[in-house]
């Protein structure tokens, strides 16, 4: 495809996926375009719906006999893990960030990380031998734990915990394991007559009445949506302590509205109150080019949608994980946790240390798609996703893993172009938002 053409492309899949956004916030759109601007993967991070646009036009000779329509990540980049305390209160490595979660091939979540770990390995400068042997190691670990699951009995044996990582992964829950939520308590809260409050700055702003009568009643709506299994019961828990608005989200959440929320923890001591946040949840970037008519309809809204799908896609997932509405507008609810720590790639730079952490990376990918939460009650997808992956690839594994390694190879070389092609768009003012 000529150049201009392909920047038409961009320009109109971008403008078609953010316009309300874009028009809601325009600050915040600069400033997630100057992200993307920085380097390929950060304008890869922020461009699902490009990816999305592209592999749903190809043909997809792998996903069959049920694989073509399961729960996928749909955003599934190599920053896009990290650590979290589970419902069962073990510290956890394993897949984040569920916004764009939907039903799909299972071969696109494959994709979308195939060509992001070209891309961080390239920009680390690594020849293309090694670039396709960490594409090809991830994609065998992914089949191998596919193997665990359709032998299996079980379907949640399978975390990546302090006693079973090592190298990198290991490092970030060594780290998770020194945190302590008073001390993040400390950085976003203040004392005031005994008793916590958000402290002002830092992006928070103060709510007038309407609209934090608006978001007290979403928070106490929220609260229904908590699986019973799931909620606290002590008296103090959930006590409603605080609310802010809140600005300045990173790459996929520009421009999306959202509210800090500060709760009563387990007593009335200061150091366990708990930060939800209450976040506009988006359209999904894979909903834009598929038919979704089956799908949109057991939805209630896009909070309802990442919630469930979180769920379907996360074992023990967030005890406050929950959903609501304001204005009749969908919000995704959960805590903003202390010991959350993302896996810092910056530090990753040789290919033995990539080489251990793809091993679990492809296993966890495979978790996901396999196994669900227990409070899981969907049934979207109500067969044996495991055994849908493996006849969709029976008698052909090694071919799969050739052509994902070809695949993700040349998509990064396409996303690197495209890059190139977007900062001279923004620059020219054509991306629907002026670049200063």
């Not at 910056?346 to 290919?351: C, G, L, T, V």
């Amino acid at each position: 495809m000529a150049s201009q053409d392909r920047t038409t492309v961009i320009i109109e899949v971008l403008r078609d996926a953010f316009a309300p956004l874009m028009r809601a916030d325009p600050a915040a759109f600069r400033a997630k375009y100057r992200k993307m601007a920085a380097d390929p993967h950060a304008f890869y991070r922020g461009s699902a719906c490009l990816f999305f646009n592209d592999v749903t036009q190809e043909k997809d000779e792998w996903a069959d006999h049920g694989a073509e329509r399961i729960w996928i990540h749909g955003d599934l980049h190599v920053e896009n893990f990290g650590t979290y305390l589970n419902s069962d209160g073990r510290l956890v490595f394993d897949i984040n960030d569920f916004d764009e979660a939907y039903v799909g091939h299972f071969t696109w979540d494959l994709q979308r990380f195939a060509a992001s770990m070209a891309l961080v390995a390239w920009q680390k400068a690594l020849p293309e031998e090694a670039i396709r042997k960490l594409i090809a190691r991830y994609a065998r670990s992914y089949l191998v734990q596919v193997n665990h699951y359709v032998a299996s009995d079980t379907d949640d044996e399978f975390e990546i915990r302090l006693d079973k990582a090592e190298g990198p992964v290991l490092i970030a829950l060594q780290e998770a394991r020194s945190m302590r939520r008073a001390d993040l308590l400390d950085e976003m809260t203040v004392l005031a007559k005994g008793v916590r409050r958000f402290a002002d700055g830092g992006g928070a702003r103060r709510l007038k009445r309407d609209e934090r009568a608006k978001v007290v009643a979403a928070f106490r709506a929220y609260l229904d949506t908590i699986p019973q299994s799931k909620r606290f019961d002590r008296a103090l828990f959930y006590e409603l302590r605080d609310v802010v608005g809140m600005s300045g989200f990173g790459i996929g959440s520009a421009g999306l509205p959202a509210y800090n929320v500060l709760v009563e923890g387990y007593s009335q001591a200061l150091d366990n109150d708990v930060v939800l946040s209450m976040k506009q949840a988006n359209i999904p970037a894979v909903s834009r080019f598929v038919d979704t008519s089956k799908v949109d309809a057991y939805f209630e809204h896009e909070g309802h949608r990442t919630s469930v799908s979180q769920r379907a896609l996360q074992v023990h997932t967030d005890p406050l994980l929950g959903h609501t509405t304001i204005d009749g507008v969908g919000y995704i609810v959960s805590e903003i946790s202390p010991y959350e720590v993302d896996l810092d790639w910056s530090e990753i730079n040789e290919p033995d240390d990539m080489r251990s952490v793809v091993d679990l990376l492809g296993r966890a990918t495979a978790k996901i798609h396999c196994a669900s939460d227990e409070d899981s009650q969907q049934d979207l997808v109500d067969f044996d996703v495991e055994a849908a992956i493996a006849k969709s690839l029976e008698g052909r594994r090694n071919e799969f893993v050739q052509w994902l390694c070809d695949w993700g190879i040349a998509y990064a070389v396409r996303v690197r172009e495209d890059h190139a092609l977007f900062v001279d768009a923004f620059r020219e003012g054509q991306v629907g938002i002026a670049a200063t």
